[in-house]
């Protein structure tokens, strides 16, 4: 499938999610294959304007990540159009603009899924974003802002004339919030009515239900939560959608890939400045991925209370090799 000028390898992406998808976490998802665009965490328009060191990290990619869409949040118009010409000075392949997020500190400055509530004026933030970048310019929108505004075909088809080259679409409104369902009859009909592509979003946790939303009818799918539960995700959808039978991910693997998670974080944002708090910073990042990643599996609250309870990253190390990899951690399970 294409987004403008951009080929995806595959339909299935990792959806942005702020504290959680970030460069390293993005690149182990994308070695096991199947992942055919990451998106980043959110990245502020104004942040990006003035050269806001923390706002520039949250947009670092790697090579390996390609293609890579960085996803920007604002209201102004003009503001947007020179984050898109930032971005696209970054080397990004696609620029999107979150209008899902439901968080008042977002919301309530014009941003996220309040640009929903204002439809002329969302479309004319895409418009001028279009006409001052090459790159594609892509919208994630939610359901609506509330049940009583679920205008998200109106909108869609809107950025849609906009300029925008493909459009998500999370079947929740902000009132939801995270609870519910995704509505993704609501999704599959806007596929339906628009020309570019559209990707669904909510509520993948298994790769079978990926592949039946696609049959559903979008052209593709951002997982989210499923793939901070199971990184494998992507490519075992990949696979069924191709007639193979996934093949199983062993404890080891699950193991390997939150010490490579470590490692990689490690080798980040290590500057000298930061050098006292960095283990901090890794181990924290640990404890939000270890919330989602042990949902599930034998034992998993065990490893979730004691990978929250190591305070250092040999502590850390050391608790996640004796849980996937110790014989007798196996017997005991
Ligand atoms: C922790 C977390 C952070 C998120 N951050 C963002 C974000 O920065 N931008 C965005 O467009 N959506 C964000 N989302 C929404 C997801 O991209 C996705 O649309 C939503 O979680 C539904 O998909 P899922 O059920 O597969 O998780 C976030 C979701 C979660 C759980």
New binding site residues.
């Given amino acids: 499938m294409r987004i403008g000028s951009v080929q995806l390898p595959s339909p299935f992406a990792i ?7 970030d460069t390293a976490f993005r690149r182990l998802v994308k070695r096991h294959g199947g992942c055919g665009l990451v ?4 990245v502020s328009s104004e942040g990006l304007i003035r050269g806001i060191d923390r706002t520039l990290e949250y947009a670092e990619y790697t090579e390996e990540e390609r293609p890579i869409s960085i ?1 920007i ?1 604002g209201g102004d118009p003009d503001k947007m159009a020179a984050a898109a010409q930032i971005v696209e000075g970054m080397g990004a392949d696609i620029v ?1 603009v ?4 439901p968080v008042p500190k977002i919301a309530k400055h014009n941003a ?1 899924c309040s640009l929903m509530r204002e439809p002329a004026h969302a479309a004319s933030v895409i418009a001028a974003m279009t006409r001052a970048v090459s790159i594609p310019v892509t919208v ?1 929108m ?1 359901a609506g802002w509330n049940d009583d505004e679920r205008n998200a075909p109106t909108l869609a088809k809107m950025v849609e004339d906009a300029g925008a080259a493909a459009i ?1 679409i ?1 079947g ?1 409104t902000a009132a939801q919030s ?1 609870t519910g369902t ?1 509505d993704w009859d609501l999704v599959a009909g806007i596929a339906n009515d628009l020309t570019i592509p559209v990707f669904g ?5 298994e790769p079978e239900q990926i592949v039946g939303r696609m049959r559903a009818g979008v052209e593709g799918v ?7 539960r199971n990184p494998w995700i992507l490519s075992h959808a990949a696979a069924l959608i191709d007639g193979r039978t996934p093949r199983p991910v062993t404890p080891e693997e699950r193991g390997r890939f939150l010490l490579e998670y470590i490692d990689l974080l490690v080798l980040e944002r290590s500057d000298d400045a930061r050098a006292l708090t960095h283990d901090k910073w890794v181990i924290n990042k640990l404890r ?1 991925l270890g919330s ?1 990643f042990t949902k599930g599996l034998d034992n998993g609250s065990h490893l979730r209370t004691a990978i929250n309870s190591a305070s250092s990253l040999l502590e850390l190390r050391e608790t996640i090799s004796a849980f996937f990899f110790c014989a007798h951690a196996e017997t005991a399970r």
């Fill in positions: 959806a942005p999610m702020a504290g959680m998808t998106v980043t965490e959110m996803q949040f999107d979150n209008m899902g997020c996220g994630k939610r998500a999370h929740r995270y995704a979003s909510g509520d993948c946790i951002l997982v989210g939560r499923g793939v901070l939000a989602w």
